[in-house]
T-cell receptor, first 111, second 113 residues
Framework: SQQGEEDPQALSIQEGENATMNCSYK?????LQWYRQNSGRGLVHLIL?????REKHSGRLRVTLDTSKKSSSLLITASRAADTASYFC???????????FGAGTRLFVKA | SQTIHQWPATLVQPVGSPLSLECTVE??????LYWYRQAAGRGLQLLFY??????ISSEVPQNLSASRPQDRQFILSSKKLLLSDSGFYLC????????????FGEGSRLTVL
């Protein structure tokens, strides 16, 4: 299977703390993306990092990519209760049209 | 601006009945279209994708099928539903020339009884 793995599966933190989620994948990629899903809703794109990039920032989000280890991490700084959601990494593999999603991390931020 | 519509939002169907879920995109041309399924508390499984009218690629053998009768219309169907077809079905699109961000519909929750 091309599907990547994410860890942790679930994460519970206090408001104001940082949340770190990790993602691993299996073959060469064009890019890696992170998405957010509120319960029972569609997914919303957060950030994309290309295979030739190592780090990217967007507001309170920081994404890193290590192609040698085939892994990525998403850091949410100064978390808020509204950040409570599931977060998924997704990869576009070289030479294809498919976007493959990981199993996701469920983040719960306690107020 | 581009929008994606997916319906119905919820559906309860008996085993053996047919299924039709529809997805349409507005505000773009020749998008790549995708159907994903999500089991409760799980990740997304890619079911079908389409790069053009009448072009369907299937990722997982199953009793579901997809069709793209028009440029911005993507339909997921089944002739006879199984219990295992229950789940949350998500349609998504992205621009052809841009390998990147997917835009998702709000999903269709199917319960097969």
């Amino acid at each position: 299977s091309q599907q990547g793995e994410e860890d942790p599966q679930a994460l519970s933190i206090q408001e104001g703390e940082n949340a770190t989620m990790n993602c691993s994948y299996k073959t060469s990629i064009n890019n890696l993306q992170w998405y957010r899903q509120n319960s029972g809703r569609g997914l919303v794109h957060l950030i994309l990092i290309r295979s030739n990039e190592r780090e990217k920032h967007s507001g309170r989000l920081r994404v890193t990519l290590d192609t040698s280890k085939k892994s990525s991490s998403l850091l949410i700084t100064a978390s808020r209760a509204a950040d409570t959601a599931s977060y998924f990494c997704a990869t576009d593999y070289t030479g294809g049209f498919k976007t493959i999603f990981g199993a996701g991390t469920r983040l719960f931020v306690k107020a | 601006s581009q929008t994606i519509h997916q319906w119905p939002a919820t559906l309860v169907q008996p085993v053996g009945s047919p299924l039709s879920l529809e997805c349409t995109v507005e505000g773009t041309s020749n998008p790549n279209l995708y159907w994903y399924r999500q089991a409760a508390g799980r990740g997304l499984q890619l079911l079908f994708y389409s790069v053009g009218i009448g072009q369907i690629s299937s990722e997982v053998p199953q009793n579901l099928s997809a069709s793209r009768p028009q440029d911005r219309q993507f339909i997921l169907s089944s002739k006879k539903l199984l219990l295992s077809d229950s789940g949350f079905y998500l349609c998504a699109w992205r621009e052809v020339a841009n390998t990147g961000e997917l835009f998702f519909g709000e999903g269709s929750r199917l319960t097969v009884l």
